[in-house]
Structure formats: structure tokens, C-alpha cells
């Protein structure tokens, strides 16, 4: 079966607020699914109802495959060490204790406390710990945040080592560049409800393809968000916009210092899509 | 080793670890036991007559009370309870882990004291060897009973702190180990009856078995094990 998890018509209220509004998608095996969305979106509701953390109102959650999960926020008791956290989650899975332990650069930092770790190696260990029974299926949510640079590099490299080997991913971010190197397919949730569900590409497609021109100028220009010293418009036509933006500032006298021409990131058609109907 | 014995030889490593329950598993009840057993018996030679037993009804008491429930608030009360579900851990394994643990704990603590108090005090040992080490085993586990419906009950560290002290002070007080229960009120006397601190030291001086003494017990030990049954069952359903 070419489907790992398969959600249909999924509701879940807080009290009288309902936070999961009849969601529905499905995620196929060896893929690299990435729920987006601002905080207080749904995400992480989301993935504890599949993983079996969170009772859902109603709706139904299948799923093909055995499943690892490396939450948000999550903890052990503060003196465990690293070994032994590994080897207790080992034992009540009855699985082997493998090379996971090294994989994830653990071997040094075994007998460290978890109280004395960083965050980013007490991800790279409950990483290790969601990976112990070699599952099909993982969930990570918001897997890099807390992490500084070289963190983040190093589990994204890892994430990508866990597709190679055939593992189907389901992350919860609101990092959209991210989301954009690693997943295959993206479903942005706003207010409980999916906005947008595809592949990157699509998502480009789908929003259209915008630029943002950044004009310098001596006076201030109207209709315009003002960044980092320069006026910024968004624009679908470069060449109308930009015509009409030059043939202004010559009729006001408004000498133009600088131009710069961008495309519009997926992290600004993201904010697009967040923002709509607000 | 199993999963289980794993994690009952894990969680009593995690205690030796954890400076809080350290201290309320060895560190005060022995000098508590050092100082109170030299003031004790000088000031009342009577006293070593029962000076184990009351040594170790206090050390017990503060750490099945006081210690005990420490971890279980740690678990239940924090992100820790999401991990072990979602790695396939049950979550009352870890009661039964930190029951077994702590027990371990407060019999070695027990065995300390019942050994040092002849040569350092000239304390009594009990006549019926094999009734003492059957009534300490049921009043340690009466108490960790408790103090597990403790840790089940409350979700905050400082709210546990509050609740135990309420409890283990009037315990202490009330129970006739620091001074005969006869110079009580009559209120305060029959207040004490509602301690398991009471019942165990008097089980624990008693030569013969009595029923009358265990029936106490056995009453705060069910109401324990109900209140922690269902806390637990709340936990797994949430």
C-alpha cells in the first residue's frame, strides 16, 4: 500500500474551542511531509491525535506502519545518562541496541546527564530514541528548533540519511526554509483548517510568482513597506512596476539612490497564505 | 535483564543521583538518628529500649513522604510522561519502578540504624527478630503507598513540599517516638490514630502480632492504592 497515513475528516476542540477543523490528507510512504503553519495553527494537535497522544472529537487516522516520534517538547528525568535513557527504551521495545547510538554522534556524550546537555544533543538523542525499533513511519515536530546553526545542518542531514533508507516523515515546522530543502510535499494549516496542500513547486504555482522590488530613494515613497533603508514593493510584473515606480520618482524629483529585484521566497508566499483574511 | 528489572536497578540509581531524595532517604533520617539517639538516650535511659523503632518510623516516614514522591511528581507532572508513551514505556511501570527502588532505599536505611544503635547508644534490639523485620517490611510499604498517591495526586513540586509536610510533621509529633503519646491531649492522641507512623511504631514494639494494630494499616494502605489506581488511570486516559 502506497498510503502511510491516511486522516479523514479529523475535529478536535479544546472545550469550546475548536482548533482541528475537519482536516483531511493523506501522507504516502517514503515522502517528507511537512505540516506549516504560525503558532497556535493546529500542528502539533494535529500530529498527538495520529500519534495516539491527543483523543480526537472525530474523524479517522489510519496508518500503515510502525511509527517513531520525537515530540516538541519532550524530557527524561534529569540524571539519566544517555546510555541509559537509550538502553531503557531499547529494552521495552525489545530492540536490539544497535549503531543508532553512534549514528546520532552519541558515543561521546553517553554518560552525560540529561540535566547537563544541550538542546541540540538532547534532540540528536530523542531523535535516536524515536528511531530505537527501526520504525516506518516518523513524526518530528518542530525538529530543529532551539538548535544553532551547525545543529540544524546536522539533523537535516540525518533526516535526509532517514528518507534515503525508505522511512516516511511527517514534521511539524513553522520554519519554511526548512520545510523547503527537505520536504516533498507541504500542507499549510491556518485556523485549524488547511490553506494549502502540495509540493513546493506547486505552492509557487499556486500563489503565482511574485517579485519584491527594493527602491533607495532620497524622499520617502508612498504605498510602500519601508526595510532595511529601502522601500519595498510586491509586484507580479516587474517591468509595469517598476516603469510606473521610475516614471514617479522622475515626475515627484525623487532622486532613486538604488534598485534590487527579488523573488519572492516560499517563506513570503507562506506569510501570504498565514495572512489571508486576517 | 528484562525491561523491567532494568528499570526498578535504573531507578535506584537515579535516587543515589538525586541530591534531593538522597538527603531524604539517608542523609537526614541518619543524622537525625546520630543526634536524636545520643539526646535521647542520655536524656531518658528508657528510650534505648525503643530507639530503633522510633529512629526508623521518622526515617521512614520523611522518606516515603517527603522523598518518595518526589520522582513520581518529576514523571507525572512533566513532558517526561510523553516521552515514555510515545517510546512504548507503560506509565505505571514507573510507580511500580520507584515503589521497589525506594523501598530497597528505606530497608537499607532501616538496617543502618537497627545495627548502630546497640554499639553506638546501647539501644535495645527488638526480642522477636522476625515479627520487627515483618512489621518494618509492612510499614515502609504502607508509607511508600502513601507517599505514591502523593506523588500521583499533585502535579507541582512546591504544592507536594506543602502537602507532605502536613503530613509528615503531625506524623512524627503524634506518633510516640519522640515522647510518650499518654502526654498528648486526648484530641491530639486520637488525631494521631490517623497516621500510619503510629500504627508502625507500635507494630514495630510490639513481641507478638496483632491484628487490632494491623487493621489501621491496612485501611490507610487500601485507601492509598485506590486513590493511586485511579490517578493513574486518569493519567493513561489524558
Redesign the interface.
Known amino acids: 500500500m502506497n498510503v502511510a497515513i491516511q486522516i479523514d475528516h479529523l475535529i478536535k476542540s479544546y472545550g469550546t474551542n475548536t482548533v482541528v477543523k475537519d482536516i483531511s490528507f493523506t501522507v504516502k510512504h517514503g515522502e517528507i511531509f511537512a505540516l506549516l503553519g504560525t503558532n497556535g495553527a493546529g500542528k502539533t494537535t494535529i500530529l498527538e491525535c495520529i ?1 495516539g ?1 491527543r483523543k480526537y472529537d472525530n474523524g479517522h487516522i489510519k496508518i500503515n506502519g510502525k511509527i517513531g ?1 520525537q ?1 516538541q ?8 545518562k544517555a546510555i ?1 535513557a537509550y ?3 531499547c ?4 530492540a536490539q541496541e544497535n549503531e543508532l547510538f553512534n549514528v546520532f554522534d552519541l558515543e561521546p556524550l553517553k554518560n552525560k ?1 540529561y540535566k547537563d546537555m544541550s538542546t541540540g544533543q538532547k534532540r540528536r538523542l ?1 531523535l535516536a ?2 528511531l ?2 527501526n520504525p516506518d513511519i516518523i513524526f518530528l515536530d518542530e525538529p530543529t528548533a532551539g538548535l544553532d546553526v551547525e545543529g540544524r545542518i546536522s539533523l537535516h542531514s540525518q533526516i535526509r540519511k532517514l528518507k534515503e533508507q525508505g522511512k516516511t516523515i511527517i514534521m511539524a515546522s513553522h520554519d519554511m526554509a526548512e520545510v523547503e530543502s527537505l520536504s516533498d510535499r507541504v500542507a499549510i494549516l491556518k485556523d485549524g483548517k488547511i490553506a494549502f496542500i502540495g509540493t513546493t513547486a506547486e505552492l509557487t504555482n499556486n500563489v503565482g510568482t511574485k517579485y519584491r522590488i527594493f527602491i533607495k530613494t532620497k524622499n520617502p515613497l508612498q504605498n510602500a513597506v519601508f526595510e532595511q533603508g529601502y522601500w519595498v514593493f510586491t509586484a507580479e510584473n516587474i517591468s509595469n512596476t517598476l516603469y510606473e515606480l521610475l516614471k514617479t520618482c522622475k515626475q515627484t524629483k525623487n532622486t532613486v539612490l538604488d534598485v534590487k529585484i527579488e523573488r519572492a521566497t516560499l517563506e513570503q508566499l507562506f506569510m501570504d497564505i498565514a495572512k489571508e483574511e486576517k | 535483564m528484562n525491561a523491567f528489572l532494568y528499570g526498578v536497578a535504573l531507578q535506584w540509581k537515579l535516587d543515589l543521583r538525586n541530591k534531593g531524595i538522597l538527603l531524604s532517604y539517608y542523609i537526614v533520617p541518619l543524622v537525625f538518628f546520630a543526634f536524636m539517639g545520643g539526646i535521647l538516650s542520655s536524656i531518658n535511659p528508657q528510650a534505648k529500649d525503643n530507639l530503633i523503632q522510633s529512629m526508623t518510623v521518622f526515617g521512614i516516614s520523611m522518606g516515603a513522604i517527603l522523598g518518595a514522591p518526589v520522582s513520581l511528581v518529576e514523571l507525572y507532572g512533566s513532558e517526561i510522561k510523553k516521552a515514555y508513551k510515545v517510546g512504548g514505556i507503560p506509565l505505571w511501570i514507573a510507580v511500580i519502578n520507584n515503589f521497589i527502588a525506594a523501598f530497597v532505599h528505606l530497608f537499607i536505611m532501616s538496617l543502618l540504624i537497627y545495627f548502630i544503635a546497640p554499639l553506638a547508644f546501647g539501644a535495645k534490639t527488638p526480642n522477636n527478630l522476625a515479627l520487627y523485620f515483618l512489621a518494618l517490611g509492612i510499614f515502609i510499604i504502607v508509607n511508600l503507598l502513601v507517599g505514591t498517591a502523593l506523588g500521583l495526586l499533585i502535579k507541582s513540586p512546591s504544592k507536594l513540599t506543602m502537602v507532605s509536610q502536613f503530613i509528615f510533621l503531625p506524623s512524627i509529633m503524634l506518633a510516640g517516638i519522640m515522647f510518650p503519646v499518654s502526654l498528648l491531649p486526648k484530641f491530639l492522641e486520637n488525631l494521631g490514630k490517623i497516621f500510619p507512623a503510629t500504627w508502625g511504631f507500635k507494630l514495630m514494639n510490639s513481641d507478638v502480632f496483632d491484628a487490632k494494630i494491623i487493621i489501621p494499616l491496612a485501611v490507610i494502605m487500601l485507601i492509598s492504592i485506590v486513590i493511586s489506581g485511579y490517578q493513574l488511570s486518569k493519567i493513561s486516559l489524558e
Open positions: 500519534e497522544l516520534v515530540l517538547s519532550s524530557s527524561l528525568p534529569a540524571n539519566i541509559e538502553k531503557l527504551f529494552k521495552w521495545n525489545k546527564q530523542h530514541l524515536a530505537i525499533g
